[in-house]
């Protein structure tokens, strides 16, 4: 199998601090993913999907960056259905998370 193509999505990161998430998307089928880089905060990041706007459940473990930078796998993103990144940057002692604009 070739290489799938990978687009970022704008529009949709989150800034708190020095933690910074945003969304890919894979071309083929759609699916996304979430990422997250700290240059230097401990970052806290994870994808959040609406099957029925506006509740969110969490679908990908808890991903840490610091100094560095984590993604989640792809996740299903189809039709009636939106993600989000979402992050908390715990070096700012935030508990409450700062989450993205949701892609459809």
Known sequence: ?????VVYIPGKDITSGSCKGWLNRRTSDGYVQALVQSWGARCAMWLERADTY???K???KVYEAQL?????GFHWNGRGAGARVCIVNRTLGQTTP???????
């Open 68 to 72: 560095n930078k984590r993604s989640t």
């Open 98 to 104: 700062y989450c993205g604009n949701i892609a459809w």
């Open 54 to 56: 506006p509740h969110y």
């Open 58 to 60: 969490q679908i990908s």
């Open 1 to 5: 199998m070739g290489a799938q193509s």
